[in-house]
Nanobody, 118 residues
Framework: QVELVEFGGGLVQPGEDLRLSCVFV????????MGWFRQAPEKERELVAG???????YVADSVKGRFTLSRDHAKNTVYLQMNSLKPEDTARYYC????????????WGQGTQVTVSS
């Protein structure tokens, strides 16, 4: 059973930076595509950024140029570097894992809150 443990959320002012970490536990990290999603109150969960097992990345237009996603296979960890944060980035951020050949093998972390406010 896969477990995803997220770290790094918090309260920051507009323009500041944060780095979120997601530690993957319980299976073979290299067999999973990884992503960060976010959900603001009364909004649907949306994909912020994703990274394949081979390192190809996707970043949503709303955060392009500010957010960067990376993965460290030695540490079984995915990072979301968030720079120049805006109030509209306020949301609960979730780490997700999807097996590359088993669509039913999809897992979520518990989420970490990011609040951008002056």
């Amino acid at each position: 059973q896969v477990e995803l443990v997220e770290f790094g959320g918090g309260l920051v002012q507009p323009g500041e930076d944060l780095r979120l970490s997601c530690v993957f536990v319980g299976s073979t990290f290299s067999l999973y595509d990884m992503g960060w999603f976010r959900q603001a109150p009364e909004k649907e969960r949306e994909l912020v950024a994703g990274i394949s097992t081979g390192g190809s990345t996707y970043v949503a237009d709303s955060v392009k140029g500010r957010f960067t996603l990376s993965r460290d296979h030695a540490k079984n960890t995915v990072y979301l570097q968030m720079n120049s944060l805006k109030p509209e980035d306020t949301a609960r951020y979730y780490c997700g894992a999807q097996h590359i050949s088993r669509p039913d093998y999809k897992f979520w972390g518990q989420g970490t809150q990011v609040t951008v406010s002056s």
